[in-house]
């Protein structure tokens, strides 16, 4: 891209302290883009780049810019500056940049807001965090139904300031309850003396305030609407939620299940500038708690010490079957998790799910103890290195095999819907989760098959 | 809702065949939730629901089905109607209709196609799988800059049919080369005597119709925009891409990275339609690709029997220390798949990522170490469990476990960069996948421990 090329005269401009060049360049760069580039610039420089950029551009970077990047920023700032960009940020992104600051740079910019955006800002942060509220832009314009189309379009030219608005125009009544919406182009293509309410279909899709953020996601996906009317629990339209917002929090989910999947606490800041210690903390957790419960799996095996002296020939095979057991699980989880975050199952199918899961277990378990039985065989027959007793070691693997992937996949797929059940979040049902808990199971499976088919001959 | 305490009228008056009725009812419901109901009815009276409906709102009905129910459908319709539905049906949905049928149905559906439909239809298939061009849709409409924006609105009154116009015009020279996008905002609050020129910037983004899907994900998230212009190779406009279908890609990717991340192939379907078979040969052949891969820890115990002869004691830490070094890798595995398809790292990036797992890795293990050896000494002043030799299998145990679990992250954070690198999909670094993998070197980190430390007291 031609703009990459001009980086590094742009880090020249900067280096050469030329503000006014510097400014011409990028009045034509998309904010996303100067964005970019003030990550490649060194800390002292980036707050002199940033005051070098025309007013009404400077708050939509600044808006584009990671919240600790514009905590960084704040702190350089003088307050008349930081009031000037408060007062332009658009007020979902105010919302999300109070919302991530520390506690005490939050109240010092409550402080700087003007009397009205203050209002604002409290009535959004007073939303539930993770609800649809705290997304919210309150700028929008809303028309009456008895207006002719030629008013409502001077109405909107006088007070919709707004860049965020996309193509709707919204209809209340009186005391502010949404009514209607109605598109722009319907607005443009159709006869100025028309009233607004010949346009209408009394027919509206809006989304509550108090509503999670999910339900902004599943709505506009399930509409394709770019902006949905956001309203309180009266009725009352309080704003609007775009497109790129839901993509982004869509986004966030989707990293938020991945990483707790993974078997960690979901990192909330990108791989590469979240902090080393940040990063440990978030891993260090779920790693003690998987330990401490693998434990257990030790004291299984102190159990079957016994049978392990006398056939040493089993904990060779015990790795593979605690692995198949813990597979197994991992992906009916996986499935689960994805499905249960998409809304494609939902807790009142936990039965029919059970029965298929308790087929599908089933039929990979005698796929892999088919693989084994042949596998134990094949080997005693070239290297007799199973010794006599093969048959019943070959029978012990197998069986325990089916037995091990049919308990993985049932647990595995059974794990999210009891986490859900209990309001916690099912992702939590990690890959690893899955495996410690299948295989203290497998371990007892597996010697109880043995105890059972080895009687006589190695036992 | 409302509309769900409706169902059971309405399911009722298709019992009764009150078509009339119902398609009143229906008009004043929205297409993704006449396609919701047309999911909980019987499969025969499905095809009558879907004759009841008005002409324009069955192919939009239709396009928010999934493939194998629209193909269902179309197997009961008669070659008109299925004409009449292909005419209706927005250009980017026939591409994915034609994309996901069976070959033969869509040779079939291409001779009921008008000779401009399928002119168009051939051109979007033309375009590779999983490119943007699939995703375009070819109805959008674009004015020259020496109009009058007066000229232009009453082009576009004229030529735009389409729904999808979210609220950009786009300006083209006389080959179709794009130019510069619009707001329709600014064109309805200009003066209509004024030229396109004047309201000009010069500064468009647009994708590429050969860039893979992927690309438009980003560019959208990146600018925030709701349509992005697609071009062909010389630069001419074919079409646009929504930010319903970006939505969708998104998710879908998310859900695919998500399912091969669980140790598995991407269902491609929901868990709730995709067949029973169909879903066990997507876990089929991961499950036993690693199980054969698993075999290796049955041949690298037997390496270490007469260890494990002796030391009997040696195999009750043996899952411990396996599954925290599969633990440490999932992690790591989980933050690098997600980061790379982020765009958060890319391959370059592969050195730092490494010496920032390595410190983790260590770190992690140490902290592992530390519980473990605790615990062990612990136990042994308790119960007198582990012998007289504890102390030497303490430090055993603990030293495996760092060294595991620093092998596990490097080798978790490394698999997906040599996946990319390889051109295979980093998400095929599964946490089962790097569990397999840290297993087998597990065993060996372990009992060559275990033979240094234990030398002389227990083996």
Same mark, same amino acid.
């Not at 009205?116 to 009535?123: I, P, Q, T, V, Y």
């Not at 309410?197 to 027919?203: A, F, I, Q, T, V």
């Not at 006599?388 to 794990?415: C, E, K, N, Q, R």
């Given at each position: 891209?031609?703009?990459?090329?001009?980086?590094?005269?742009? !880090?020249?401009?900067?280096?050469?302290?030329?503000?006014?060049?510097?400014?011409?360049?990028?009045?034509?760069?998309?904010?996303?883009?100067?964005?970019?580039?003030?990550?490649?610039?060194?800390?002292?420089?980036?707050?002199?780049?940033?005051?070098?950029?025309?007013?009404?551009?400077?708050?939509?970077?600044?808006?584009?810019?990671?919240?600790?990047?514009?905590?960084?920023?704040?702190?350089?700032?003088?307050?008349?500056?930081?009031?000037?960009?408060?007062?332009?940020?658009?007020?979902?992104?105010?919302?999300?940049?109070?919302?991530?600051?520390?506690?005490?740079?939050?109240?010092?910019?409550?402080?700087?807001?003007?009397?009205?955006?203050?209002?604002?800002?409290?009535? !959004? !942060?007073?939303?539930?965090?993770?609800?649809?509220?705290?997304?919210?832009?309150?700028?929008?314009?809303?028309?009456?139904?008895?207006?002719?189309?030629?008013?409502?379009?001077?109405?909107?030219?006088?007070?919709?300031?707004?860049?965020?608005?996309?193509?709707?125009?919204?209809?209340?009544?009186?005391?502010?309850? !949404?009514?209607?919406?109605?598109?722009?182009?319907?607005?443009?293509?159709?006869?100025?003396?028309?009233?607004?309410?010949?346009?209408?279909?009394?027919?509206?899709?809006?989304?509550?305030?108090?509503?999670?953020?999910?339900?902004?996601?599943?709505?506009?996906?399930?509409?394709?609407?770019?902006?949905?009317?956001?309203?309180?629990?009266?009725?009352?339209?309080?704003?609007?939620?775009?497109?790129?917002?839901?993509?982004?929090?869509?986004?966030?989910?989707?990293?938020?299940?991945?990483?707790?999947?993974?078997?960690?606490?979901?990192?909330?800041?990108?791989?590469?500038?979240?902090?080393?210690?940040?990063?440990?903390?978030?891993?260090?957790?779920?790693?003690?708690?998987?330990?401490?419960?693998?434990?257990?799996?030790?004291?299984?095996?102190?159990?079957?010490?016994?049978?392990?002296?006398?056939?040493?020939?089993?904990?060779?095979?015990?790795?593979?079957?605690?692995?198949?057991?813990?597979?197994?699980? &991992?992906?009916?989880?996986?499935?689960?998790?994805?499905?249960?975050?998409?809304?494609?199952?939902?807790?009142?199918?936990?039965?029919?799910?059970?029965?298929?899961?308790?087929? &599908?277990?089933?039929?990979?378990?005698?796929?892999?103890?088919?693989?084994?039985?042949?596998?134990?065989?094949?080997?005693?027959?070239?290297?007799?290195?199973?010794?006599?007793?093969?048959?019943?070691?070959?029978?012990?693997?197998?069986?325990?095999?089916?037995?091990?992937?049919?308990?993985?996949?049932?647990?595995?797929?059974?794990?999210?819907?009891?986490?859900?059940?209990?309001?916690?979040?099912?992702?939590?049902?990690?890959?690893?989760?899955?495996?410690?808990?299948?295989?203290?199971?497998?371990?007892?499976?597996?010697?109880?098959?043995?105890?059972?088919?080895?009687?006589?001959?190695?036992?």
């Amino acid at each position: 891209m031609l703009k990459e090329l001009l980086k590094p005269e742009i !880090l020249e401009l900067i280096e050469l302290r030329q503000w006014t060049d510097l400014r011409e360049v990028l009045t034509s760069w998309e904010p996303p883009e100067i964005a970019d580039l003030m990550l490649d610039v060194e800390q002292a420089d980036r707050v002199l780049l940033f005051r070098s950029l025309p007013r009404d551009i400077s708050a939509e970077v600044f808006a584009y810019l990671e919240s600790d990047k514009q905590d960084d920023l704040l702190h350089e700032l003088t307050n008349q500056e930081t009031r000037e960009i408060l007062s332009q940020l658009p007020p979902d992104d105010r919302t999300a940049l109070l919302e991530e600051l520390p506690a005490e740079a939050t109240q010092k910019l409550l402080t700087l807001l003007s009397p009205e955006d203050l209002k604002e800002a409290r009535l !959004l !942060l007073g939303y539930p965090e993770q609800s649809i509220g705290r997304l919210t832009t309150p700028h929008f314009v809303s028309v009456r139904a008895d207006w002719t189309i030629k008013q409502a379009l001077a109405h909107i030219r006088t007070y919709d300031k707004n860049n965020e608005t996309i193509n709707r125009i919204y209809v209340t009544d009186n005391d502010g309850r !949404l009514l209607d919406d109605i598109t722009l182009r319907a607005f443009i293509f159709s006869d100025p003396k028309e009233s607004i309410r010949s346009l209408m279909d009394e027919n509206v899709i809006s989304v509550s305030a108090f509503d999670d953020q999910e339900v902004a996601v599943r709505t506009m996906e399930k509409y394709d609407i770019p902006a949905l009317p956001v309203v309180d629990s009266n009725g009352v339209l309080i704003g609007i939620v775009t497109f790129d917002d839901v993509m982004d929090i869509s986004e966030e989910e989707a990293t938020e299940d991945f990483q707790k999947f993974g078997g960690m606490e979901a990192l909330d800041k990108p791989y590469n500038t979240i902090s080393f210690l940040g990063m440990v903390k978030k891993r260090a957790g779920w790693l003690v708690i998987l330990f401490i419960g693998e434990m257990f799996t030790a004291t299984a095996l102190s159990y079957f010490e016994g049978a392990l002296e006398k056939a040493i020939i089993l904990s060779m095979f015990l790795p593979l079957i605690m692995s198949s057991g813990g597979n197994s699980g &991992s992906q009916a989880a996986t499935l689960m998790v994805r499905a249960i975050s998409l809304g494609e199952v939902t807790l009142k199918d936990w039965w029919w799910v059970m029965r298929r899961e308790f087929l &599908s277990g089933l039929f990979l378990g005698l796929i892999l103890g088919a693989i084994g039985f042949v596998r134990i065989v094949a080997w005693s027959a070239m290297t007799h290195a199973y010794g006599d007793h093969y048959l019943p070691i070959a029978f012990t693997v197998s069986f325990s095999l089916v037995g091990v992937v049919l308990w993985g996949s049932l647990s595995g797929s059974m794990l999210p819907f009891l986490l859900k059940k209990l309001n916690f979040d099912p992702a939590a049902s990690s890959a690893p989760f899955v495996a410690t808990l299948v295989d203290v199971t497998g371990i007892i499976i597996y010697f109880s098959f043995a105890v059972w088919l080895l009687k006589g001959t190695l036992l």
